[in-house]
């Protein structure tokens, strides 16, 4: 019984740490949105950095997990992330709202500049 338990402890932390892709498109030139909602780069911590949206929660971590928290007025849905080699891309939660997920590989990195909308 004892290993059923330790069994079941780890595939349950095994499932919390899961978070789907975010969905994305990447291209030269993404069109701009009026009223786009700022974000400012953090690096505070010598081992972490984040860019956080200026207002609301919304924010991509060094990690390359990114969170939307589009379930209102001046909240973030879409994130339009420019790069340092000119490529743009938007990235949304898979519910396209709200919510946990994971950009795709190197997506956090190079950025010049972020905005969002909801």
């Not at 095994?14 to 030139?29: E, F, I, L, N």
């Not at 709200?98 to 190197?106: D, K, R």
Request: hydrophobic residues 35%; charged residues 20%; aromatic residues 12%.
């Amino acid at each position: 019984m004892k290993h059923i338990s330790a069994l079941f402890t780890l595939v349950s932390a095994a499932s919390v740490a899961h978070v789907d892709p975010c969905t994305a498109y990447r291209a030269r030139h993404v069109m701009d949105v009026e009223g786009p909602i700022g974000w400012r780069f953090y690096h505070d911590n010598p081992d972490h950095w984040s860019w956080n949206a200026q207002k609301g929660d919304a924010v991509i971590q060094d990690d390359g997990w990114a969170y939307f928290d589009g379930d209102g007025r001046h909240s973030t849905a879409t994130i339009k992330v420019v790069y340092n080699d000119g490529t743009q891309g938007l990235y949304q939660a898979p519910s396209g709202r709200e919510g946990w997920c994971t950009l795709p590989a190197g997506g956090q990195m190079e950025i010049q500049n972020v905005f969002s909308w909801d």
